[in-house]
């Protein structure tokens, strides 16, 4: 498996989109997301998806350089239509809008529809936390990409709907949940499969409702479909929030909710960003959550765990080992990636 480092991958990137003549800021945008990804061990939402964006620009899904409308807008909240443009760019200018007027109306709330895929909430998140607003992501499918069944169901009925919530910390890296609502992400499945690997236990069930461990599975017909969040023992609070998220990312952004094979996919997305200094002062703030943290960390620890970290804590310190060591990109991806070169 090949390593690269972050500067290496993101040179490779940025020459593609140099050839298919994507504007620099827009390039530059894209590429981060992807490498930022990678970065943090979201090998998911990485370079993997290059071959994707290049497949879409050349078939027309993705429009470069269309402007991001806004539908309507009030002091805090904004209604963008992304006019199917890059979703990281899309994704981008979405929490900047976000940003800005929360620090006007202390709450603000951004809604977007006609977006491809925006790749990894996360890193949208921290750039909230980068101006020490607490942010809360959430995406659908618009409408399409079916593929999580139902709480009680053996055929797919919703996407995979992530949630993200960046908590900044003064002085340190932000706490970041990100999360799909279903087991696991659909991407993770593509990984198992590139590295020609068998899928967990539990991620999976076939059409007759029986678990399956091949990947490939997945991507047959009849597919597989992942099941929600909290598999066979709990699966129905993870379907419970999945609807929530959808209802949010579908219907109030005009996206639409889950809907089968006739929907554009791509992302349904909502952005709420909160201006914690709106509420009390920061470095205030900060000493509650570190002090928080500390209690959490200090309970005794199960047989063979080394620490309980925080969401989002294994990611930085992947980041900080891909940092030395490099970021390991499977042969089927870097074999699909230097047909592009």
Not at 255 to 268: I, L, W
Not at 270 to 290: D, K, M, Q
Request: glycine residues 12%; contains cysteine.
């Amino acid at each position: 498996m090949p390593n690269f480092t972050a500067e290496e991958l993101t040179t490779i990137c940025l020459n593609v989109f140099q050839k298919l003549n994507i504007s620099a800021s827009e390039a530059e945008i894209v590429t981060h997301s992807m490498v930022d990804a990678n970065r943090v061990g979201h090998d998911s939402h990485g370079v993997i998806h290059l071959l994707k964006y290049v497949r879409e620009l050349e078939t027309g899904l993705i429009e470069p350089g269309v402007p991001i409308e806004t539908l309507h807008e009030s002091a805090s909240i904004a209604v963008l239509d992304g006019n199917w443009g890059f979703g990281p760019v899309i994704a981008t200018r979405a929490v900047e809008v976000a940003i800005q007027k929360a620090k006007q109306t202390d709450i603000s709330s951004v809604a977007v529809s006609r977006c491809n895929e925006v790749g990894r909430l996360g890193g949208y998140a921290c750039l909230a936390a980068d101006a020490e607003m607490i942010a809360l992501l959430m995406a659908n499918d618009h409408g399409g990409g079916t593929c999580v069944a139902p709480h009680g169901g053996v055929e797919g009925r919703l996407s995979t709907n992530p949630i993200a919530c960046a908590v900044p910390i003064e002085g340190q890296d932000p706490i970041i949940l990100d999360m799909s609502t279903s087991v696991v992400a659909s991407g993770k499945i593509r990984v198992k499969q590139h590295r020609d690997e068998a899928v967990p236990y539990g991620w999976l069930i076939d059409a007759e409702g029986e678990s399956t461990t091949n990947a490939d599975d997945f991507y047959g017909t009849p597919p597989a479909a992942i099941l929600p969040f909290g598999g066979g023992v709990s699966a129905h609070k993870g379907f419970g929030l999945s609807v929530i998220v959808d209802i949010l990312s579908g219907a109030l952004t005009g996206a639409g909710c889950s809907q089968g094979e006739d929907a554009r996919v791509g992302n349904g997305l909502f952005v709420l960003v909160i201006n914690v200094a709106s509420f009390r002062g920061f470095p205030g703030f900060s000493a509650e959550i570190e002090r928080f943290i500390a209690y959490l960390k200090s309970a005794k620890r199960a047989a063979g765990v080394d620490a309980i970290r925080m969401p989002g804590e294994r990611g930085w310190e992947e980041q900080r080992r891909r940092e030395r060591e490099g970021i390991p990109i499977d042969a089927e991806t870097w074999t699909q990636i230097q047909t592009l070169f």
